[in-house]
């Protein structure tokens, strides 16, 4: 299985702000098959950002995503308060050299919230 | 305007099996998609179970395989999930979700069921 390490556990940020969010894999995987959702309490994920970088439906252009090697990143150019909730990365893929098929991990969540 | 809702019983007896079912309004179960189920226990991460795609094919989680079953029934535009031999650890919110481009961009609101005799 690829394991997702998601850095910081939790980020304190104030309103206004930008924030960065990381996610690394464990090993070398494509991007087009990495997204990013949003969590607030009491609700389902939202999808923020698929394939790495392309925004979904609906979601504001000040969150952005981007990739280097097997880190992906999370940016929010400038914080607003509906943004404090927790982040998750999600990736769908195959350790090398394992024989169960691709599957869906998602990394352990960074908490942003307000400082 | 998709929208997904879960259902099911709430409290299953450990060794039991789960049972829920996600209905599904404003699109069709036989559209080109997958069809997922993803869990979240009390305070803690999501934890993807399995899919379906509308021919009917499936694919799991590899360490919930042996336990799980996730099928469609075309009659009534539902996905279901049956999960077997449950513990405490299966306690969770449990959603159904639409994917595409390997996301899943359509979420129902969440199931809380709760193992416990």
């Known amino acids: 299985e690829i394991v997702l390490t998601q850095s910081p556990g939790t980020l304190s940020l104030s309103p206004g702000e930008r924030a960065t969010l990381s996610c690394r894999a464990s090993?070398?995987?494509?991007?087009?098959?990495l997204a990013w959702y949003q969590q607030r309490p009491g609700q389902a994920p939202r999808l923020l950002i698929y394939?790495?970088?392309s925004r979904a439906t609906g979601i504001p252009d000040r969150f952005s995503g981007s990739v280097s090697g097997t880190d992906f990143n999370l940016t929010i150019s400038r914080l607003e308060p509906e943004d404090f909730a927790v982040y998750y990365c999600?990736?769908?893929?195959?350790?090398?050299?394992?024989?169960?098929?691709?599957?869906?991990?998602f990394g352990q969540g960074t908490k942003l919230e307000i400082k | 305007q998709v929208q997904l809702q879960e259902s099911g019983p709430g409290l299953v007896k450990p060794s039991g099996t789960l049972s829920l079912t996600c209905s599904v309004s404003g699109a069709s179960i036989s559209s080109d998609y997958w069809w997922s189920w993803v869990r979240q226990p009390p305070g803690k991460g999501l934890e993807w179970i399995g899919e379906?795609?509308?021919?009917?094919?499936?694919n799991y989680n590899p360490s919930l395989e042996s336990r799980v079953t996730i099928a469609l029934d075309k009659s009534k535009n539902q996905v279901s999930l049956n999960l077997r031999s449950v513990t405490a650890a299966d306690t969770a919110v449990y959603y159904c979700a639409r994917g595409a481009n390997y996301a899943w961009g359509t979420w129902g609101q969440g199931d809380l069921v709760t193992v416990s005799s």
């Open positions: 090993q070398s995987v494509s991007s087009i098959y």
């Open positions: 379906v795609f509308h021919t009917g094919r499936t």
């Open positions: 394939g790495a970088s």
């Open positions: 999600q990736l769908y893929g195959q350790q090398y050299g394992s024989s169960p098929p691709p599957m869906y991990t």
